[in-house]
């Protein structure tokens, strides 16, 4: 596994919990420290698995090849930053490991994500006979997986989807995000984008938004966002008239970012700044990228875990020609508790949701039932025994049938 972060602490907590399944096991990041305090977490909460632990730049595909070659993994799982997927993909073919990942390729330079970095990678996979699943956590991941499941067991043409992610939890910070900053504010700051009658809509960012009702958690106010499982999902499901992607987001974090924008804080291009020496002697010119400094003083989505409140609710509302072939409507959600997952990991629930799944998939490939050469979208693979996985590893599932949905 890749990463030291959130996503990969929880997941990392999983696999130690899953060791019928996972038998040999290394965290390797950029800082091995961070590795190390993982290890010694999961050992301290009684989880026996031996985990071996490795520094690498993920940026440098030569470093990813020397550490595969030499701990030679079946799988490696991607927690790092979108940044490095492409790297690690290279490394992966040079080395003949499988791949999993939670978040399309994103260049450094451009807030811009779509798919068609990785799906270029399609033949060199499949003709290497090596598998990577790409998009395994919550949205993407599971969110994909309900939509398969959906089409699989409920549903004959399925003709409109409304992937609706809640978030009604409270850390008591005035602002923080619940993933790495930079990414997360990239994502919410661009255009919207949907899909409809056989093509894309763009929207200003945040411009269309209305309440919807979630479960256990009430209305909230809920924007249309631009988000990567929808680009697959209506090439794999064509009878998809409208697909949208809907996220939450109260006054409070909207004022704030509204504010980091106004001031140029969200920036991704480099600034020229003069700083002071470490050493006191003076300053120098140094180049900077807001966004990242702004980052550093933000607090860390992975101390939020200890106050948070509340639940997240992440589902897919759909609507379609049922297989009776009658009109249906069907709600499959999750809800997670941020107190119930940091006490089981230390982290908090948007951790928890992604990193979950990301073993869940690991899983799937380990036991042979997702290993089919190429480079995959989840819900290309068969749902059924990931849908039975999310019920036993801690993030169960809801159905509604016929229900209002409200969109
Ligand atoms: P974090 O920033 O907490 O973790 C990223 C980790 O990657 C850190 O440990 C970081 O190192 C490490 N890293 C960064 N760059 C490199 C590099 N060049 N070489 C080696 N290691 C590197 O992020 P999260 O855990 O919150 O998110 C992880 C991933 O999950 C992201 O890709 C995010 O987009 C995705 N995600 C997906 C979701 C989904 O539902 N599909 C939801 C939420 C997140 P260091 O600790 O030193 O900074």
């Known amino acids: 596994m890749i990463g030291a972060g959130g996503v990969a602490t929880v997941a990392a907590f999983k696999i130690a919990q899953n060791a019928d399944v996972f038998t040999e096991f290394m965290i390797a990041s950029r800082r091995k420290a961070k590795c190390d305090k993982i290890v010694e977490d999961i050992h301290k909460a009684g989880y026996k698995l ?6 690498v730049d993920a940026d440098d595909v030569e470093q990813l090849k ?15 930053l979108p940044y490095q997927d492409l790297t690690i993909m290279d490394a992966c073919l040079a080395c003949g490991c499988n791949y999993l990942d939670t978040a399309n390729y994103e260049p450094k330079d451009e807030a811009h994500f779509e798919y068609s970095w990785q799906w270029a990678y399609r033949e060199r ?3 290497a006979g090596l598998t990577a699943i790409l998009g395994c956590g919550f949205d993407p991941g599971v969110t994909s997986i309900y939509t398969a499941y959906a089409a699989k067991h409920h549903f004959k043409e399925i003709q409109y989807l409304d992937i609706v992610d809640c978030n009604a939890g409270d850390h008591h910070k005035a602002f923080a995000t619940n993933f790495n900053p930079e990414i997360n504010i990239r994502e919410i700051t661009q255009k919207g984008l949907y899909w409809e009658d056989g093509k894309w ?34 090439i794999n499901y064509p009878t998809i008239k409208r697909a949208r992607f809907w996220m939450t987001f109260g006054q ?44 550093a003083v933000l607090p860390n989505p992975q101390d939020l875990g200890e106050n948070y409140e509340g639940q997240t609710s992440i ?24 107190r119930a997952a940091y006490e089981e990991t230390g982290m908090q629930g948007v951790s928890y949701t992604t990193g979950v799944p990301a073993m869940i998939g690991a899983m799937m490939f380990c036991k042979g039932l997702w ?37």
């Open 252 to 295: 409070q974090y909207l004022k704030h970012l509204e504010v980091i924008q106004n001031i140029g804080m969200s920036r991704i291009d480099e600034v020229e700044y003069e700083a002071p020496l470490a050493d006191g002697t003076g300053t120098a010119k140094v180049k900077i990228v807001p966004l990242q400094f702004l980052k």
């Open 201 to 234: 809509v763009e929207t200003e960012p945040l411009e269309i938004h209305k309440d919807l009702t979630y479960p256990e958690i009430g209305p909230r106010d809920s924007y249309l966002l631009h988000h990567e499982e929808i680009e697959s999902l209506v």
């Open 371 to 407: 290993n089919t050469p190429g480079v995959h979208n989840v819900e290309e693979f068969d749902p059924d025994p990931f849908m039975e996985q999310l019920n036993k590893q801690g993030l169960p599932w809801h159905e509604i049938h016929d229900g209002d949905l409200e969109l």
């Open 125 to 127: 996979f499949e003709k």
């Open 50 to 55: 031996d985990i071996k632990t490795a520094q």
């Open 315 to 338: 589902g897919c509302r759909i609507r379609g020609i049922g297989n009776d072939g009658k009109e249906h409507t069907y709600y499959v959600y999750n809800n997670c508790s941020h």
């Open 66 to 80: 020397a550490l595969f070659n030499d701990f030679k993994p079946e799988l490696v799982i991607n927690l790092a």
